[in-house]
C-alpha cells in the first residue's frame, strides 16, 4: 500500500510550464509503477503518463508527447511531471496512482489515489 500527495498545480498563461510532484509514502515505493491522470469537468479521467519503478521505463499519451517529461527520485520516494508549452485544453485535476504496467500504453487507471493538484491554463 502506498500513500500519495500531488502539489505543484496552479493558475498559468498558455505556453507556460509547471512542475508536478507525486510524494509518496509506504511500502517498496522504487518496486510500483507510477502513473499521472487527468480529469477535467464532465470528462473522463485519462492518462497522461507513466513510468515504471526504476525510471527507465516512460510513455506518454499523443497530445502531450514532447511537451511534459515523467521522472521520478526513489531515494525522495518522488514522482514529478514537467509540463511545458501548456494548452488550454491541459486545464484539469492532475492525479497520481500506482499502476500495474510493464510496458506499452499507460493504463487507464491505478490504485492509491492521492487528492489531486488543479492545473488551470488560461488567458
Known amino acids: 500500500q502506498l500513500q500519495l500527495a500531488e502539489s505543484g498545480g496552479g493558475l498559468v498563461q498558455p505556453g507556460g510550464s509547471l512542475r508536478l510532484s507525486c510524494e509518496a509514502s509506504?511500502?517498496?515505493?522504487?518496486?510500483?509503477?507510477v502513473g499521472w491522470f487527468r480529469q477535467a469537468p464532465g470528462k473522463e479521467r485519462e492518462p497522461v503518463s507513466c513510468?515504471?519503478?526504476?525510471?527507465?521505463?516512460?510513455a506518454y499519451v499523443d497530445s502531450v508527447k514532447g511537451r511534459f517529461t515523467i521522472s521520478r527520485d526513489n531515494d525522495k520516494e518522488a514522482v514529478y511531471l514537467q509540463m511545458n508549452s501548456l494548452k488550454p485544453e491541459d486545464t484539469g485535476v492532475y492525479y497520481c496512482?500506482?499502476?500495474?504496467?510493464?510496458?506499452?500504453?499507460?493504463?487507464?487507471?491505478?490504485?492509491?489515489w492521492g487528492q489531486g493538484t488543479q492545473v488551470t491554463v488560461s488567458s
Open positions: 496512482a500506482a499502476i500495474s504496467w510493464f510496458g506499452g500504453t499507460c493504463p487507464g487507471s491505478g490504485t492509491d
Open positions: 509506504g511500502f517498496a515505493f522504487e518496486l510500483w509503477p
Open positions: 513510468i515504471d519503478g526504476g525510471g527507465d521505463m516512460t
